[in-house]
């Protein structure tokens, strides 16, 4: 199966999973309506993609991956509408549509942020076809990957970094947490689910590291070669916030220098898992050509 077809039929399940998760919940109108409005909003799914493709490609199918991509896809959608809050980057378009906040207000904004987040550790946790053990580890890392040793933290240290000339290797630093550490976590969990081995599992994490810098570099590439309509929000953002970014930093033919590096490390590590690993192929060459 290529990816065209695996997205055409795995994108509406977890739109669907999305949407039947916030419907079950007993919550405030206001509350519920805003949740629900920034994970129907559209979006690439990449990271729940990523998720279902490792399943696949070890060897099949899991009956609660799909619960688990959507409780990956519940994460990021709170970080971005965190992200888009006055308070941090001052966003007013996301996937095309006002930011959260500029429909509900700040505070149900952040609740509903709140609330996303909180329900994808129990989402993960009443999974029905996942031993106790690998539940533990799914949740442990989702702990770290999504907090402060790893998005949160990440997210800490680009504010810190606005107004500031970051090192490469401390711009690198920002990303593997920021963008880095939850992709990698979707990769991983794909492979707990998928019954990885140790070995397979450190092949996938080394995939992970070097597509989250790619997905990154290629964020900052299209900040600057981007516009608004094409992007779903505001382009140029990077430098008017003076962050410093990977064509700020090396140039941006350097920069995409840079991106195609990452990318054929990522394709080396699946690679040396043998067998066929097309999916995953085909997922890093949209990562490194995506125009949004």
């Known amino acids: 199966m290529n990816l065209t077809t695996f997205r055409e039929v795995n994108e509406p399940l977890i739109q669907n999973e999305l949407a039947s998760l916030i419907k079950q919940l007993e919550i405030p109108a206001s509350l519920k309506d805003s949740m629900d409005y920034s994970l129907q909003a559209g979006g690439k799914r990449i990271r729940p993609i990523l998720l ?58 952040i609740l509903a942020g709140d609330a996303l987040l909180t329900y994808s550790f129990g989402v993960v946790a009443r999974l029905q076809h996942v031993s106790s053990d690998d539940k533990i580890r799914l949740i442990d890392l989702m702990s770290v990957s999504a907090g402060a040793e790893g998005m949160v933290g990440g997210q800490v240290l680009d504010i810190e970094g606005e107004e500031k000339k970051l090192s490469l290797e401390e711009l690198e630093q920002v990303h593997r947490l920021k963008t880095g550490a939850l992709l990698t976590y979707s990769i991983l969990a794909g492979a707990i689910l998928g019954g990885a081995t140790p070995e397979q599992i450190l092949a996938f994490s080394k ?22 309509q094409e992007l779903g929000k505001t382009a140029g953002k990077d430098e008017s916030s003076e962050k410093s970014t990977y064509p700020g930093l090396l140039t941006l033919p350097k920069a ?37």
Do not use: C, W
Not at 207 to 228: N, Y
Not at 261 to 274: F, P
């Open 52 to 109: 279902l493709a490792v399943v696949h490609e070890l060897g099949g199918s899991h009956p609660d991956a799909i619960k688990v991509a959507a409780a990956i896809e519940m994460i990021h959608t709170y970080s971005l509408i965190h992200d888009d809050l006055p308070s941090m980057d001052n966003d007013d378009l996301r996937r095309g549509m006002p930011t959260n906040h500029k429909v509900y207000g700040e505070a149900v904004a």
């Open 207 to 228: 995939f992970g590291e070097h597509i989250g810098l790619a997905f990154q570099i290629q964020d900052d590439i299209l900040d600057v070669t981007g516009t608004s």
């Open 256 to 292: 995409k220098e840079k991106l195609d590096y990452h990318a054929s490390e990522a394709l080396s590590a699946i690679r040396s898992l043998g067998g066929n690993m097309q999916l995953l192929e085909e997922l890093t060459a949209l990562i490194v050509k995506r125009k949004n």
